[in-house]
């Protein structure tokens, strides 16, 4: 399996633009969760979603923040308007069934607002 | 969940035993103690977790005390490549639910 795939890699906009950042868990995967790190906050849960269905948002900062997974193989994180404070380091996880809290990670992309 | 408490950072010499601490006293009975690293610039990686009992895998062994208050992640023959932040998580298992990273602990392992 080819783990968890995150695009793109690396991201860099200027501020007040939409940035999209997708994850493909990996297949067979019921959980997906998306992480924010930062030098600042370490790394923190944004989101995650259980059988395609949002479960815990109380991670995502604020209204500028949305994110979906219309089905079991893709996932969208949105921001809009893009701010400065909003550089870090995305990541998104995939796991399985009762096992969810072994989280496998994809290699994240690297977000930066100018 | 449980609060954990880690060393900031370890040196370890190639070859020997690393043996990473966690301090988790208010852990409760149905919680596990998981513990995940991170590469530089790569995503997290799990590792190992239990309940109550020693376990071991390809990876690493986690030793839980009696009292389950504390755990010791210990990795046999340290190689260069094992230098990394070890986060120690205490969650419960089953479904997905979150799993709070702290600060870690920053492991060198050196020549």
């Known amino acids: 399996d080819a783990g968890v795939i995150q695009s793109p890699r690396h991201e860099v906009t200027e501020m007040g633009q939409e940035v999209t950042l997708r994850c493909k868990p990996i297949?067979?995967?019921?959980?997906l969760f998306w992480y924010r790190q930062t030098m600042m906050r370490g790394l923190e849960l944004l989101i995650y979603?259980?059988?395609?269905?949002?479960?815990?948002d109380s991670g995502m900062p604020e209204d500028r923040f949305s994110a979906k997974m219309p089905n079991a193989s893709f996932s969208t994180l949105k921001i809009q308007p893009s701010e400065p404070r909003d550089s870090a380091v995305y990541f998104c996880?995939?796991?399985?069934?009762?096992?969810?809290?072994?989280?496998?990670f994809g290699a994240g992309t690297r977000l930066s607002v100018l | 969940d449980a609060k954990t408490t880690q060393p900031t950072s370890m040196d370890c010499a190639e070859g020997r035993a690393a043996n990473l601490p966690c301090n988790h006293s208010?852990?409760?009975?149905?919680?596990?103690v998981y513990w995940y690293r991170q590469i530089h610039s790569q995503g997290p990686q799990y590792i190992i977790h239990?309940?109550?009992n020693n376990e071991t895998n390809e990876m690493a062994s986690l030793i839980i005390t009696e009292d389950r208050k504390s755990s010791t992640l210990i990795l046999p023959h340290a190689t260069l490549r094992d230098t990394a932040v070890y986060y120690c998580?205490?969650?419960?298992?089953?479904?997905?639910?979150?799993?709070?990273f702290g600060t870690g602990t920053r492991l060198q392992v050196t020549l």
């Open positions: 996880a995939s796991s399985v069934g009762q096992h969810g809290n072994i989280q496998y």
């Open positions: 297949s067979g995967h019921n959980s």
């Open positions: 979603f259980n059988n395609n269905v949002p479960i815990d």
């Open positions: 208010t852990i409760s009975g149905n919680e596990y």
């Open positions: 239990g309940l109550k």
């Open positions: 998580i205490v969650s419960h298992t089953g479904t997905a639910s979150k799993l709070t």
